[in-house]
């Protein structure tokens, strides 16, 4: 018969070779990312949008969002941030729940946007985002587009 050990929530208890089952199912190798983890795939000759303002699954716009929260986070690092208009807004956002996972439409609220269109107008009054990104929405295509535009020199900030 096992030792019982005695876990770290009150009263409960496993035994050796529980403890030993339950570590080692840790220790598995992941052999397949599980279905729910994975992006979606889109065919590129279908009629499908691979994007759309209702859905809330990984989009385009996730990506470029998360691009965005990233960049906007790394410049309120810099010392002339702290007087820009938009750092104060940007801490307000972020106090408001604003997260790089954040879906649509939770960001679409707590920045007031109604649509793409205005979500990058407001991000636009970062200044790095204004000059380091060329971020443009399709609305005939359904396509939200970020080019990074930085010069050279600006290759690694």
Not at 64 to 76: D, F, G, K, N
Not at 116 to 140: G, S
Request: proline share 6%; charged share 20%.
């Amino acid at each position: 018969m096992g030792t019982n050990l005695v876990t770290p929530m009150k009263g409960h208890t496993m035994t050796h070779e529980s403890f030993t089952d339950h570590f080692v199912s840790w220790l598995q190798p992941v052999t397949a990312i599980p279905q729910s983890l994975q992006l979606p795939q889109h065919d590129s000759a279908s009629s499908e949008k691979p994007i759309s303002l209702d859905d809330d699954s990984v989009t385009d716009f996730s990506i470029i969002h998360s691009l965005l929260y990233h960049a906007v986070t790394r410049w309120t690092r810099e010392p002339d941030a702290k007087t820009h208009p938009f750092y104060s807004d940007w801490l307000k956002w972020k106090y408001q729940g604003l997260l790089p996972i954040t879906e649509w439409s939770t960001v679409s609220k707590i920045l007031a946007c109604k649509d793409y269109d205005e979500y990058i107008m407001v991000m636009q009054r970062c200044p790095f985002i204004l000059n380091h990104y060329d971020v443009t929405w399709d609305a005939q295509k359904q396509e939200l587009l970020c080019h990074y535009t930085a010069p050279l020199d600006m290759a690694n900030y």
